[in-house]
């Protein structure tokens, strides 16, 4: 199979005309009615997602089918050592359109720390398989020509999917193309007729970045529902923070809670003129309720004039006559006590011998008995 390598001009070129004609080419999406989901259609900012998911699929093609394959074998045959020390010079030659940029900015100080970087990485750097700039203290000033143009006030426009170089904006895409015409290594190698080494400088850095979000795309393919808006919006972040550079987002505005949207501010009232009425004169307003009184203010006193309820006599309630006091019962009648029948009185004595028998005692009988 024959490959061959679009030269970096005819890729530039080539860039410029899709982000002009796509749009025709291709169509937009229509913004829904709905406010929701106008909302969330004017946040993801891809008016042109049928055309974009259609490139995307593209790239992914020519991802498995070339570059993920060579990807692949650059991670097995390199150690992770000679992979990092080749992005080193690939970062290294790159360090001319940061200063220029940084220039562009007014980061004049961040020009002169990438100054400093390439002279130092260059020369005691080897080319810049060392980064001896970075533990002498002079750490990484990125910046790009999309960047710039961000800076100086330029709109980002629609999100797009180029084809090959993947998520960007009509803004970074005129950028990646202004950084490829005012980088002095393209400028030398073509004035050289090293149109072969700028080439590979070319195809070297793609496989390179490849490389290194191999297992984060992976994941990202395996692991989502909709991988062309997960991809959207991780790389919608990404650019956020780059242009940031480290700071912090800013905050959204919180809506007010005790402010009817619907309804628009009360107009001043007008300075009060001389023919208007003076207060002794005109009766003052009432005062509508307010809902939202502040409870530290005291109320206005009400002046009310109580009048006592005159209470009627009560009616003198008839009340029935007391019954007679009820007598105390009788004690109860004592049960009559029983007598024995016959009365025993016992017997006068008698002389010893009276009874000669001697089992009769000296008991008798009385006569009423």
């Known amino acids: 199979m024959n490959l061959t390598v679009v030269p970096p001009g005819a890729a530039r070129r080539a860039v410029t005309a899709v982000v002009l004609l796509a749009p025709v080419l291709f169509g937009c999406a229509t913004p829904p009615t709905d406010p929701a989901a106008r909302a969330a ?27 993920r394959p060579v990807a692949k074998v650059y991670v097995a045959i390199l150690p992770e050592g000679a992979r990092d ?3 080193r010079v690939l970062a290294n030659m790159k360090e001319p359109v940061i200063v220029i940029n940084n220039v562009l900015e007014g980061r004049f100080r961040g020009a002169g720390i990438s100054v400093g970087r390439f002279v130092l990485n260059s020369t005691v750097g080897i080319g810049g398989i060392l980064d001896v700039a970075q533990k002498s203290g002079l750490n990484e000033q990125p910046a790009d020509f999309g960047e710039t143009l961000y800076v100086w006030g330029f709109p980002q426009g629609p999100y797009i999917v180029l084809p090959i170089f993947g998520p960007s904006n009509p803004r970074d895409a005129i ?12 400028y030398l190698a073509t004035k050289a007729d090293l149109d072969e080494l700028q080439i590979g400088r070319f195809v070297l850095d793609g496989v390179d970045r490849r490389a290194r979000v191999l297992d984060v795309l992976d994941d990202l393919e395996k692991n989502s529902l909709d991988f062309y808006a997960q991809l959207r919006s991780l790389s ?18 919180s809506p007010s809670f005790y402010t009817d949207p619907g309804k628009a501010a009360p107009p001043a009232s007008p300075a009060p003129s001389a023919s208007a009425p003076s207060a002794a004169t005109a009766p003052p307003a009432p005062e509508p309720a307010s809902f939202y009184t502040d409870p530290g203010t005291a109320a206005r006193p009400v002046h009310r004039t109580i009048k006592p309820i005159p209470r009627k006599p009560a009616a003198a309630a008839s009340r029935a006559p007391l019954p007679p006091a009820r007598k105390p019962a009788p004690p109860a009648a004592k049960p009559p006590s029983l007598k024995p029948a016959v009365a025993v009185t016992p017997a006068p004595a008698q002389p010893p011998g009276a009874y000669p028998d001697a ?3 000296p008991l008798r009988l009385s006569p009423g008995s």
């Open 41 to 67: 259609f004017e946040q993801t900012n891809d008016p042109l997602e049928p055309m974009n998911r259609k490139i995307l699929d593209a790239n992914m093609v020519f991802d498995k089918v070339l570059l």
């Open 85 to 87: 020390a080749l992005h």
């Open 175 to 186: 950028g990646m193309a202004a950084d490829s015409y005012i980088d002095p290594f393209s």
């Open 236 to 253: 919608q972040q990404q650019r956020a923070a780059e242009l940031r550079h480290g700071e912090p987002a800013p905050a959204p505005e």
């Open 359 to 361: 089992d009769e005692g």
